[in-house]
């Protein structure tokens, strides 16, 4: 648009008209800003100055513009004025830009409206503006305002956003009316400030208020009660939509999923999901996990199947699930899965993956998995690295976890926790002792989990009195209140020790009821010490609390059958089978060249079945002129003195054993392949004698994983020191 020539002083209010009339036709800012220079050269009518403002706020050409020519307009400024601009800035989401804004005005001397303030109090609700917000309540209260809806409404929320809940709610209680809008305002600050049970409150109060929920109220209501768990509340909300037949938009489903999935009410979950015309990752991913937590695996698995877009999230919830689950080899296939569809997993994914490969004890994958971590950059990362360390351990590598504990650039009480522990499983007291020293001469302050590990390497080795001291030492020197989990290590300390008074004194004397694994850890350790009455006395309690804890029963049918007391045996056995209790039975695994094989007693189902209880043979033909005799009383069941000796030879661990020395026959004698086993039981008397002689005469490392510890044989002897 061309610049018009010079107008004469003498014709200022024709010119004055004729520029309102082309200021009307400005349609971009370059046309605003000619129009404007051409209006300073020529006129001093200060309502063009006021007209342009008007023009750049409202058309939003610019606002750093507008608010540039806010100097020229004379002062007072007049609400008329800035409003629209108030508006527009708070519209757009330039909060802070707003609250400058107002400062300037309240600087000019400019008078607010009643619509001046909600622009800024939602300007200030969005900062978390206190002082202006409080300043603006004053400025309400003088100008007779306060009874507005708009200006209550919009301080309620400027109070609840700034963390001021009580003067929120004042305000609320002194509005004479309320609306949707004002109940949904009130709901929402009661919830993000995590008081859902007042949030609740005001819901049901809502109600009868006969003012009709809408879905983003129900929304909030729903999301925050999914947060606390409440399941009440849950029942509450499910009754309030089936009674009032709620129309359900997908928020509301999404939040409805997420609540119900969140505490394990998955039929809940699962009504509300089938539902929903779209489902997005995050529901589903919420499914996967609610059905994850309530044990549900294969519905979880179904949902995840079902999912044709997966974000890590989603991967990473699976493959935990499986982790957890104790389905160590299904994780790593859903990883295997999610490396192929390109999706790249971060620390959290990873350590799923590692601890799977640290449950399963297999070491060929477990070094894969880690020379996968070095590649991909999370070498440096100190989750992964604690991770890794407990890992090895679990595989049996006790070198290759210290290996990577000594190479962190940074280790915290996790990393020395985690290598304390590893060094405890395996039987390495006096190593775990060291570190122990070593974390406090490094001033790391040791935790709750520390003295777990320092008692449990203790309790394996038989340092009786090393642990007392550190037992003492956790509230005398580290102020840390002992928990259940120190208590039963102090229990197991002295039943293996057999000092089984003392261990029942620890019991008796503990400030919180004992569990089933403390009377189970005493029980347990009767067994091993032919203590039937003291025995008995354990597993009343642990009935007691579970009536149906087969731990229990099985070991007191074991400790009835040591003592040859077979009419107990039977009386147990009977009450078993009334009550559908099953003695877990014992399995045995054995890794070669990439393939698992699993055994149980007895077991003939191996495609080499044959050549294993042939080698079987001949591995006790070689043995007995060492001094291995079958010990018959390691079998618990009453049978022939001569299939007893059968039972025993047919252990899961004997078993694959032999199959190891077969795939090793090709190989040089003395050479440093170790044979790997992982077992799921605690490893018998006879099967540690059996394991410790192969490893002398046939000159292998033997390293077996049983339920609670490493043993490592070598040359006849075994790291346990023959106490486990």
Known sequence: MPIPPPIPSTAASAA?????????????????????????????????????????????????????????????????????????????????????????IRHAG????????????????????????????????????????????GLMDMYGSCGRIVEARNMFDEMSQRDVVTWNTMIERYCRCGLVDEAFKLFEEMQSSNVIPDEMILCNIVSACGRVG??????????????????????????????????????????????????????????????????????????????????????????????????PEEALRIFEEMRLSGVKPDEITMCSVISACANLGALEKAKWVHEYTHVNGFES??????????????????????????K???????????????????????????????????????????????????????????????????????????????????????GRANRLREALEVIESMPMAPNVVIWGSLMSACRVHGEIELGEYAAKHILELEPDHDGALVLMSNIYAREQRWDGVRNIRRVMEEKNVFKEKGLSRIDLNGVSHEFLIGDKRHKQSDEIYAKLDEVVSRLKPAGYVP??????????????????????????????????????????????????????????????????VYEREIIVRDRTRFHRYINGLCSCRDYW
């Open 230 to 327: 409440n399941t009440s509340y849950n029942r509450a909300i499910y009754g309030f939509l089936k009674e009032n037949d709620v129309r359900m938009d997908n928020h509301l489903l999404t939040a409805l999923v997420n609540m119900y999935a969140g505490v394990g009410c998955m039929d809940m979950a699962m009504e509300f999901y089938m539902k929903m015309p779209v489902r997005n990752l995050f529901v589903s991913t919420a499914m996967v996990s609610g059905f994850s937590k309530a044990g549900r695996l294969d519905e979880a698995r179904d949902v995840f199947d079902q999912m044709r877009k997966k974000d890590l999230v989603c991967w990473t919830t699976m493959i935990s699930t499986y982790a957890e689950s104790d389905h």
């Open 408 to 494: 962190m650039p940074t280790k915290d009480v996790v990393s020395w926790s985690s290598m304390i522990n590893a060094f405890s499983m395996h039987g390495e007291a006096d190593d775990a002792l060291t570190s122990f020293a070593r974390m406090k001469q490094e001033t790391v302050e040791p935790n709750a989990v520390t003295f777990v590990g320092v008692l449990y390497g203790c309790s394996h080795s038989g340092l009786v009195e090393e642990g007392k001291k550190i037992f003492a030492s956790m509230t005398d020197e580290y102020n840390i209140t002992p928990k259940l989990e120190h208590y039963g290590c102090m229990v197991d300390l002295f």
């Open 381 to 406: 990362s100190l989750t992964v690295n604690n991770a890794l360390i407990n890992m090895y351990a679990k595989c049996g590598r006790l070198d290759a976890a210290r290996d990577v504990f000594e």
């Open 631 to 696: 010990d018959s009383g390691s079998v618990l069941v009453d049978v022939e003195e001569e299939e007893k000796k059968d039972l025993v030879l047919w252990h899961s661990e004997k078993l694959a054993l032999c199959l190891g020395l077969m795939s090793m026959d090709k190989e040089e004698k003395g050479s440093s392949v170790v044979i790997r086993i992982v077992k799921n039981l605690r490893v018998c008397e006879d099967c540690h004698t059996f394991l410790k002689l192969v490893s002398k």
């Open 16 to 104: 004055a008209n004729a520029a309102l009339d082309r200021l009307s036709l400005c349609k971009t800012l370059s046309h605003v800003k000619q129009l404007h220079a051409h209006i300073l050269r020529t006129v001093s009518d200060h309502r063009l100055s006021s007209f342009l403002f008007n023009l750049s706020s409202s058309s939003s050409i610019s606002f750093s513009y507008a608010l540039s020519l806010f100097s020229s307009i004379p002062s007072p400024p007049e609400s008329i004025v800035f409003n629209p601009l108030l508006r527009n800035l708070s519209r757009s989401g330039e909060f802070r830009a707003t609250i400058l804004f107002y400062q300037r």
């Open 110 to 153: 400019g008078r607010l409206d009643q619509f001046s303030f909600p622009p800024i109090l939602k300007a200030a609700s969005k900062v978390s503006a206190l002082l202006e917000g409080l300043e603006l309540h004053g400025v309400a209260l003088k100008m007779a305002t306060l009874s507005d809806p708009f200006v209550q409404t």
